[in-house]
């Protein structure tokens, strides 16, 4: 099993900035890759941002490249969103999530609420 404590979330402005934390606990000696996703109301889950453990590569979907940043320290545990220039499209529940093996991802955070207002 992995915990995964999202925080970091909040109300900023459109062109505003705010870093997103997870923090994994339990098995994590055999993480492959984490993630964050988001979701807005009435939409699907979807993910924004992963980064694989071991190699430190990264993956982001064509709506944030440019203004978002995934970033991990592996000492920690730890997982970072990095959002800047900050839209109000990208307002939503943000999940951290951590994938044990190549395929989907298998543990989920609580989310973290972030809203931009105009």
């Known amino acids: 099993q992995v915990q995964l404590i999202e925080s970091g979330g909040g109300l900023v402005q459109a062109g505003g900035s705010l870093r997103l934390s997870c923090l994994a606990s339990g098995r994590t000696f055999s993480t492959h890759r984490m993630g964050w996703f988001r979701q807005a109301p009435g939409k699907e889950r979807e993910l924004v941002a992963s980064?694989?453990?071991?190699?430190?590569?990264?993956l982001y979907v064509d709506s944030v490249k440019g203004r978002f940043t995934i970033s991990r320290d592996n000492a920690k545990n730890m997982v970072y969103l990095q959002m800047n220039s900050l839209k109000p499209e990208d307002t939503a529940v943000y999940y951290c999530?951590?994938?044990?093996?190549?395929?989907?991802?298998?543990?989920w955070g609580q989310g973290t609420q972030v809203t931009v207002s105009r």
């Open positions: 980064i694989w453990w071991r190699s430190g590569n990264t």
């Open positions: 999530g951590n994938a044990q093996t190549p395929g989907p991802y298998d543990y």
